[in-house]
């Protein structure tokens, strides 16, 4: 028996036994209907995108099919794209909205699909709530009203606009690029080029099986960029997943740098450039409004917290999944949202997260003073910071019962240390007197319990780890 399609963090997934074509199809008609019943958008365009995997173009022109017999446009790169060139040519062309074909960093047994209503931001539940109430049985297709597919390029408008808003020079700085067999390959490796890094290419073949790794830009799946960068003269090194809208980096004196310590980083670049563009009189003129808040999930560093308030800033926290990250972001205007998964967006883009703008602001943030110093110093000011996390095996039906009974059974201590105070934004944050915390809630994408914790140093993350797979395992 199939599983019912079902829009989870990020779109619907699945392996290919029950991800099919008269499945996606049902999807597509799903869409098709939501934007014509509630957004009233008939006629209109949508960006169909589709990442590496060799099932992928077939579903893309699926999903056109059913997009032209409905009455709308279609527009479709010549090749496998990043997710986030599709979801900017929705903001650059004003268009309905977007589909995109792809599994993300999921092994190459599965694909998926994700859409992105006209906002370019990723859809809210009340959105996918919406879609899945019209999914139905298979439609013979009725082309009374047919709409076009055109091949188009995404790629030139939305380096024009990641060049206006970054303004990079990299004259001098050396970048291997690790696509990951993905689709950053001929997209973020072409943009650094262009603005001017010396390129050195790693895993920028198309390969649909990746190389028999998942596309997940872990550390584990990173060591030949690792050991590149350490090796070579290179200054960075950058990756991308599957579907390139997510960064990880390389520094070459730490070797894979901890997504939530390229946050830190990044913002406090974000924030010293917005000091710098103040006028001498030391007043910031109505055109420069470059400061901002950040936003974080609850599963990301309280370094980011420490930054913001030296700077007289704010953060916004939110539950984990980037749809959260990015509905805060419209509505406290945040120059920058992130997670520690790796996914990051910025003010003056569009609210959805993506691995090519940020390669190019990694770049631009490194050609000026590199990661690993404004890490080092980061750390020096505001202490060490670590954190790690753990899976716990859970059916996904027994989740909710779990989170029931984890908060009668929340402990006045962890780790020898008293609670000061619990969050539920999603599951349980346990804030602890020392400043570490613990953090159990849910996988959206997997039948785990994800167990988090950070403090200041390894041996203490370990410790609550541990204590925190003690409290979760009886419960499952």
Known sequence: METPISFGTDGWRATLDEFTAPRVRMVGQAVADYLREVEDREGGTVAVGYDARETSRG??????????????DALVPERDCPTPLAVWAIADRDLAGALVVSASHNPPNYNGVKFFPHDAAPALPEVTDEIMARIGEPRALEEADHGSVEEVDFLEPYAEHVFDLVDPDLDGLTVVYDAMHGSGRGYTDELLERAGADVERLRCDRDPEFGDTNPEPSAENLRGLVEAVEEGDADLGIANDGDADRIALVTPERGFLDENLFFAATYDYLLEDASASESSSGERSESDGDSGPAVRTVSTTFLIDRIAEAHGEDVIETAVGYKWVAEAMGDHDALIGGEE?????????????????????????ESERSYDDRVDALLDQFGEVHQHKVSVDCPDDRKADVLVDLEAALPEEVAGERVDDVNATDGFKILLEDGSWLLVRPSGTEPKMRVYAEATSEARVDALLEAGRELVEPLV
């Open 341 to 365: 998964s790796g996914g990051f967006s910025i003010r003056g883009h569009n609210r959805e997260k993506d691995g090519v703008l940020m390669a190019v602001l990694a770049a631009q943030v």
């Open 59 to 72: 579903f893309a022109e699926e999903l056109c099919r059913v997009l032209a017999a409905n009455g709308f």
